[in-house]
């Protein structure tokens, strides 16, 4: 059954880094676009990134601009989250989710999606 595994969560001081990776399994990343979501204890699922299949488009929410940037790699049907300056506020699980074609920030509209990477930023 085709899905995606996230991978690369854990425990990181403020101001560290991660580097998240969503590889899929069973089908190829070429025509897919790629979000990645958040959600913190309490709170709705959030988009943070995303990414188009055909013309690497790329979204980012304002909370994180200029500290998180995705980008994928179709050879190794993989999607990357690289996450810099990492806060407090930026601890929650993190999930992958696949669509055909365009990206949307709407979780709703995504078909395929893993089970998540707890991202834990503290000091």
């Known amino acids: 059954q085709a899905h995606v595994v996230e991978s690369g969560g854990g425990l990181v001081q403020p101001g560290g880094s991660l580097r998240l990776s969503c590889v899929a399994s069973g089908f190829s990343l070429n025509g897919y676009a790629i979000g990645w979501f958040r959600q913190a204890p309490g709170k709705e699922r959030e988009g943070v990134s995303c990414?188009?299949?055909?013309?690497?488009?790329?979204y980012t929410t304002d909370s994180v601009k200029g500290r998180f940037t995705i980008s994928r790699d179709n050879a190794k049907n993989t999607v990357y989250l690289q996450m810099n300056s990492l806060k407090p506020a930026d601890t929650a699980v993190y999930y992958c989710a696949a669509r055909w074609r365009g990206y949307s920030v709407h979780p709703q509209e995504y078909d395929a999606w893993g089970q998540g990477t707890q991202v834990t930023v503290s000091s």
């Open positions: 990414i188009n299949a055909d013309d690497g488009s790329t």
